[in-house]
């Protein structure tokens, strides 16, 4: 499941409609969908309950074209025009599951609340029907089992169909519900209210194994100082010891053939950079309403995260080239001594800012956070020391992989 996009198109809704949003929920119900006056009286308790009033909704059946449950017509007028695909009309919970989605892309055409392209629109208008607590109607509908039994003489066949409606799956209903739900502290017993068994039955799958999502932390606008911190002082900033140590090296080397290891260190900063620009912006938002705060933290949880993974992933491949490197500078060593030995280290305490280039100057050897003074941005450097500390205690290996001086010359080889 891809989160961040989910959490940043419900923080979309919202900051658009919070002050809106009476945050009750409506409650699925069973009706005769195949009576046509039954289907526009469902409609209209849809369409009032989430704030459409003097619209008339008129709902039809007809053949909707492959993967398409429903289409309305947005017009500026007081008439709404509704389809519903004909083989769903048997189906109250699929017929409730569609209107609740087509009105909703009313609801947000009519608050201007719109993104592109047209898929992104139609995940939005899938959240907004449980942003607006049409939720249940969506996860009832959007995926049913029908048995059709057929027979032929003594034979009798049973045929298993599944329906799906909607952009998202079940899952990612069960879990925008889950969040939303817990943003907006609804009781346990509404919750599961009326729900299916199949419906129920995933959000708490949502529960057990993904918790972490609704941490009660997240109501505090504290939290995200913290979460900053925790990382910056572990597995961020672990990377940012090991890329000191790479950054070291590449400095040692910085006449030798480094253009693609440099490319790797700007690009680990550069989106470290603006992660955390991102992620200290969107904590620094301060809101005396407890779903925005809820929501608003969750976000920087979340893509802190993402950032947290992007960092490890950079640094697999960075460990690689620190090893390759220290080799590649003993090979040197050994082979040039006159030319390597006697060169001056001061270009060790010579270096830039990774982030804009900046000149800086560490006038010893130490492993050391520095601030840049032009970009703010904040990273560790490197400026001689051989171990350091990482994290807890845990010291950075120098062990070397037997090829990794292969590995350095392929890179290069190949770039």
């Known amino acids: 499941m891809i989160v961040v996009p989910l959490l940043e198109k419900i923080f979309l809704l919202e900051s658009k409609l ?50 398409v449950g429903g289409h309305i017509e947005l017009e500026k007028n007081s008439d709404v025009f509704i389809e519903i695909d004909d083989k769903y009309k048997t189906n109250s919970d699929i017929v409730l599951s569609i209107l609740a989605h087509e009105i909703c ?60 409606v909607g952009y998202l799956n079940r899952s990612q209903f069960a879990f925008a519900y889950k969040i939303i739900c817990t943003m907006r502290k609804v009781p346990l017993e509404t919750v599961f209210q009326n729900l299916s068994i199949e419906a129920v ?46 950054n070291k090296n590449i400095r040692e080397l910085e006449e030798s053939i480094i253009n693609i290891a440099n490319k790797l260190i700007k690009d680990f900063h550069d989106v470290t950079k603006t992660e955390l620009e991102k992620i200290n912006g969107t904590a620094s938002m301060v809101f005396n309403n407890d779903s925005y705060n809820f929501i608003k933290n969750l976000t920087v949880a979340e893509t802190l995260e993402s950032l947290k993974i992007k960092s490890k992933e950079k640094d697999l491949y960075a460990q690689k080239l620190i090893d390759s490197l220290s080799i590649f500078t003993s090979f040197i060593s050994e082979n040039y001594p006159t030319e390597y030995n006697g060169k001056s280290l001061e270009f060790l305490f010579q270096f830039k800012c990774p982030a804009c280039n900046h000149k800086m100057r560490i006038g010893e050897k130490k492993l050391a956070r520095v601030k840049c003074p032009q970009c703010n941005y904040s990273f560790i450097a490197n400026t001689g020391v051989q171990n350091v500390q990482a994290g807890k205690g845990k010291k950075t290996s120098n062990k070397k992989s037997d090829n990794s001086f292969g590995f350095l010359k392929n890179l290069f080889n190949t770039n």
Not at 109 to 130: G, H, Q, R, S
Not at 204 to 219: L, P, T, V
């Open 18 to 67: 919070g002050e809106k949003y009476s945050h009750t929920t409506f409650e699925p119900f069973k009706f005769n969908s195949a009576d046509p006056l039954r289907v526009q009286d469902a409609g209209k308790k849809i369409s009032e309950f989430i704030g459409l009033k003097g619209l008339t909704f008129i709902i039809s059946y007809t053949r909707q074209k492959a993967g």
């Open 105 to 164: 892309h009313k609801y947000l055409y009519i608050n201007n609340v719109k993104l592109f392209p047209e898929y992104e629109n139609e995940i939005l208008t899938d959240l907004a029907t449980v942003y607006t607590g049409l939720g249940k109607l969506s996860l009832n509908g959007c995926e049913t089992i029908t048995k059709t039994s057929t027979v032929a003489g003594n034979k009798t066949t049973t045929t298993t169909t599944t329906n799906n």
């Open 201 to 246: 039955n995933e959000i708490k799958n949502i529960e057990a194994n993904q918790s972490a999502y609704f941490d009660k932390n997240f109501f505090n606008n504290e939290f995200p100082k913290k979460m900053i911190s925790d990382a910056m002082s572990n597995e961020i900033g672990n990377s940012q010891i090991n890329f000191a140590r790479l």
